[in-house]
């Protein structure tokens, strides 16, 4: 009897071995696979809702953001501005044409990344020559917004927070040096879009996840001429 419960016990345990081993490799590549998952941008909703969170605040139906000093707040539709006299001269200029106004943009707003947090307004870009993805989107968006529906998105690509313009469903990439059609539109992970007149989450609290990403300039834009190269 002792020699046949020997046997078995031989035999179950390397049995048991394999079985954990198993369940241990299938563990990993599911974990793997949601980490690469997050990486390229596919976000998910978080359990709960948001009510009040940092850099950003829900009050009288109007989003609130902290994107400049500290303890500064400003609501988010109140960065595009159309009716700038500085964004009215260069809509002037350029005419209603949506790819003539993002190469304006592109050509002469010189793309510099910020160091920290900050949101610039149309008529500051425009004054400084230069702005991160958020300046020029933002006023691009305002210079738009004189004849058309465009709005600022803001979301990841390839898991690094960015902003940039939508239009009619199209993606316009105010960080290139002339207009362009950005040659991977599916690395573009987009949680919220407004305007002067509307904010939309892809869900409530939405927006602080953008604050929650990775904001590596650098890597961002080396994936986005690599892009481009192999288009």
Sequence with gaps: ?????????????????????????????LALTRSEAQAVGNLEP???????IPKVRYSDSQVFVEVRNPG????????????DPRVQQVYHQVGPD???????????ITYRSDNGE????????????????????????SLLRNFTDGYVA?????????????????????????ARLVADPQNYRKLVAFNDQAVIELWPGALSRLFQLAHNERNKLTLMVEALSGA
């Design 118 to 141: 900050w949101w610039e307004f149309p008529a500051e870009t425009i004054s400084r020559k230069y702005a991160d993805c958020e300046g020029t989107s933002i006023l691009l968006a």
């Design 46 to 52: 978080p359990t709960g809702v948001a009510v009040d």
């Design 154 to 178: 803001v979301g990841s690509y390839r898991g690094y927070g960015h902003a940039w313009v939508e239009l009619d469903g199209q993606i316009l990439e105010t960080t290139y040096t002339s």
């Design 1 to 29: 009897m002792k020699d046949e419960w020997t046997d078995a016990y031989s035999l179950v345990i390397p049995m048991l071995g394999i079985i954990i081993s198993a369940l241990g490799v299938s563990f990993s590549l």
């Design 98 to 108: 949506p790819w003539a106004l993002l190469d304006w943009v592109c050509r002469n």
């Design 72 to 83: 500064e707040w400003y609501a988010l539709r109140d960065f595009i501005n159309p009716m």
